[in-house]
């Protein structure tokens, strides 16, 4: 079967950093994404990993190992408005995205 | 960028009412479209998956003939909640995937459905 895992909720401090780690099983893979979804709002798009290795854009990175099905976002320098869910996808072999359960991720003053 | 509006936003209607949902590719011609429900503190999940001009794919447990898709052109696709009943409240979201670039789904803003 097909399975994503992430972990159910973090909690961080403003001006830290934190990693939000993701592994998958999936049948076939074109590439894994990470989207940040604030309650009551559609996902938005924040990252796309198809080659191994490390994809930095501003305060946020993200990370790939296909031999080990396994990537992280990494998000620097937190601020409030970063609290929302993180979801990780990774599209399989027919190009549709298959969906973790998110990661609600806490800023704490 | 790659913009998908969805109309309405916000609907609440009675049990046993129909509702539609429209979402539109606004400058893009979208060969396939997505519609997932989400549930409150759940991830999404793919009602079904449709091509322009053809039926619709259901994902397995999703009544076909109670969620009626059309994607009657390049830029359109509707979701119609026929019968609705007050768990169908849930928030709709779809997206929309170009021909350019096969791998990105473009997500309009969501439709919040509640069914009273």
């Known amino acids: 079967g097909q399975n994503i895992d992430q972990p159910t909720e973090m909690t961080a401090t403003e001006g830290a950093i934190v990693q939000i780690n993701c592994t998958y099983q999936?049948?076939?893979?074109?590439?894994l994404f990470w989207y940040q979804q604030h309650a009551g709002e559609a996902p938005t798009f924040l990252s796309y990993n198809v080659l191994d290795g490390l994809e930095e854009k501003g305060r946020f990175s993200s990370f790939l190992s296909r031999s080990k099905g396994y990537s992280y976002l990494l998000l620097k320098e937190l601020q409030m408005k970063d609290s929302a869910s993180y979801l990780c996808a990774v599209t399989d072999s027919n190009y549709q995205l298959i969906w973790g359960a998110g990661t609600k991720l806490i800023i704490k003053p | 960028g790659a913009v998908v509006s969805q109309h309405p936003s916000r609907v609440i209607c009675k049990s046993g009412t129909s509702v539609k949902i429209e979402c539109r590719s606004l400058d893009f011609q979208a060969t396939t479209m997505f519609w997932y429900r989400q549930f409150p503190k759940q991830s999404l999940m793919l009602m079904a998956t449709s091509n322009e001009g053809s039926k619709a794919t259901y994902e397995q447990g999703v009544e076909k003939d109670k969620f009626l898709i059309n994607h009657a052109s390049l830029t359109l696709s509707t979701l119609t909640v026929t019968s609705a009943h007050p768990e169908d409240s849930s928030f709709y979201i779809c997206?929309?995937?170009?021909?350019?670039?096969?791998?990105?789904?473009?997500f309009g803003p969501g439709t919040r459905l509640t069914v009273t």
């Open positions: 999936t049948s076939g893979f074109n590439g």
């Open positions: 997206s929309a995937r170009g021909e350019r670039e096969a791998y990105e789904q473009y």
